[in-house]
């Protein structure tokens, strides 16, 4: 559990914390604050109604100064385009040297403290509020503005930015829908193309090609540009040959599954591939029966 930031000490002084929110409630005291966690910032709750923050010590000077105001700026930026409540400071510190904000106290409690009591129900319900304001916080429109507003820089490049976090999410798909049951699969698939409306293909092909061919592939030597980010490394799927005959059952059984998923096997009956024109026919007798 030490990973949770609730377990990390404060590392400003309580009386540094008063002297500075004498300048907002003049007769703060002491009984009126608690320590909450300590991570980037200190957070203390206040008179139980207000949250403050003050950067870690490393950050008491212009530079935590300027990570406060960039973060007012861009809480004040995407407010209007997500449907969580984003904290509205109020009271900001113009102190470069003593750099803190604070705002009105959005009622919660932290997952960590209350993760293993939460009902399945809780949970599916936390999963689908997180995942929509996860979806509204990278919208294009958002981007738009957090780029009009320079927040993040011109260089950024949405649609790469989008393309690689999708192939990062079907990657993670790959190997986590494997692990999943029935009933959580199916929870996946009405997530995507029920709640979010993802178009559903009309059909998807499972080129079905001999283990042997795989096994050659992924255990010979492999280079190419599009290999730079394994920095010499080999990728996951390089990695485990049995992984490789895991996700291969898993579209056999999807294939028998569901009707829109057709397979087109890829070998010469002898264990051997096919052909790359005799595989384009089969794919083409799916598509123009």
Known sequence: MEEFEEHRSQDIAIAEVIDSLNQIFPEISENQIGFIYHGTYNV???????IFRFPDKL???????????????????IRPFVSLVVPNPIYISREPNNPF????????????KCFNKTSNSDKTRIAESLSKFLSQLHS?????????????????????????????????????FQLLNKRQKEWILKLEYGHYNIPRPD???????????????????????????????TDIHEQDLEFQKKVRQEYLEIVEEDPSVRI????????????????FSRIRGLLFP
């Open 140 to 176: 294009t429109k958002l981007v738009q503005k957090l780029s009009s507003n320079k927040v993040i820089s011109k260089k950024f490049n949405f649609d790469e930015y989008r393309q690689e976090w999708q192939r990062f999410y079907e990657d993670l798909r790959k190997i986590s």
């Open 203 to 233: 059909m998807s092909i499972f080129l079905d090609v001999p283990f042997q061919f795989t096994k050659k592939k992924l255990t010979t030597a492999r280079a190419g540009e599009d290999r730079d980010y394994l920095l010499g490394n």
């Open 59 to 77: 950050f008491r000077n212009p530079k935590g100064f300027d990570l406060i105001n960039k973060e007012v700026k861009i809480l004040n930026l």
């Open 44 to 50: 203390f709750e206040v008179k139980s109604e207000y």
């Open 264 to 279: 087109v096997d890829c070998s010469d009956g002898s264990g051997q591939i096919l052909a790359p024109e005799l595989v």
């Open 101 to 112: 904000m604070g705002y009105k106290k959005i009622n919660g409690i932290s997952l960590s």
